[in-house]
T-cell receptor
Framework: DAKTTQPNSMESNEEEPVHLPCNHS???????IHWYRQLPSQGPEYVIH???SNVNNRMASLAIAEDRKSSTLILHRATLRDAAVYYC?????????????FGQGTTLQVKP | GAVVSQHPSRVICKSGTSVKIECRSL??????MFWYRQFPKKSLMLMAT?????????EQGVEKDKFLINHASLTLSTLTVTSAHPEDSSFYIC????????????FGPGTRLTVL
């Protein structure tokens, strides 16, 4: 599985936008970019995923670089409840195994 | 969204005993479920892929005789930690993927196992 690189931690102020970067320079053509987040003492939850085009949903936006070697998860207005570990994961959906290999993720702190 | 439950949420057991953890998809069918473990301040580590009606596929370094997985129905997978030892103490998390869907996975709330 291709690796991703994320900053260990980031800080944000409440109600401000947050841009969480992810580098995946060895991404292959069939790898989808998935983002999950994990709140303290809970299981992870799905945030968003994409292949080539930018994606938006009710939780966040995903901006994917044209060469696909990096992506950015955007939280438009951070709230205290967004404090979590955010994982950027590449998944080869062509293989149909569906398994997710988690890296270290980015711990996001949101300050009131 | 789809709901995955785990039972128990927390268990404390004596060294040498076996512990069974259940993972259920409550409102969808899941041909495939996954089991992870997570140590404090660490990321999730995939242990095995559980397929309904067939043997589980274990990741490298995970002892299949130690961590028994059974996926007897489309809504239930169980993980049994056999002859548990203190080093098996961890947070165990399952996830489920909808049948015929390769997108999001739904994670359970986790089970915290403490072996004394």
């Amino acid at each position: 599985d291709a690796k991703t690189t994320q900053p260990n931690s980031m800080e944000s102020n409440e109600e401000e936008p947050v841009h969480l970067p992810c580098n995946h320079s060895t991404i292959s053509g069939t790898d989808y970019i998935h983002w999950y987040r994990q709140l303290p003492s809970q299981g992870p939850e799905y945030v968003i995923h994409g292949l080539t085009s930018n994606v938006n949903n009710r939780m966040a936006s995903l901006a994917i670089a044209e060469d696909r070697k990096s992506s950015t998860l955007i939280l438009h207005r951070a709230t205290l409840r967004d404090a979590a570990v955010y994982y950027c994961i590449l998944r080869d959906d062509s293989g149909n195994t569906g398994k997710l290999i988690f890296g270290q993720g980015t711990t996001l702190q949101v300050k009131p | 969204g789809a709901v995955v439950s785990q039972h128990p949420s927390r268990v404390i057991c004596k060294s040498g005993t076996s512990v069974k953890i259940e993972c259920r998809s409550l409102d969808f069918q899941a041909t495939t479920m996954f089991w992870y473990r997570q140590f404090p301040k660490k990321s999730l580590m995939l242990m095995a892929t559980s397929n309904e009606g067939s043997k589980a596929t274990y990741e490298q370094g995970v002892e299949k005789d130690k961590f028994l997985i059974n996926h007897a129905s489309l809504t239930l997978s169980t993980l049994t930690v056999t002859s548990a030892h203190p080093e098996d103490s961890s947070f165990y998390i399952c996830s489920a993927k909808r049948t015929r869907s390769y997108n999001e996975q739904f994670f359970g709330p986790g089970t915290r196992l403490t072996v004394l």
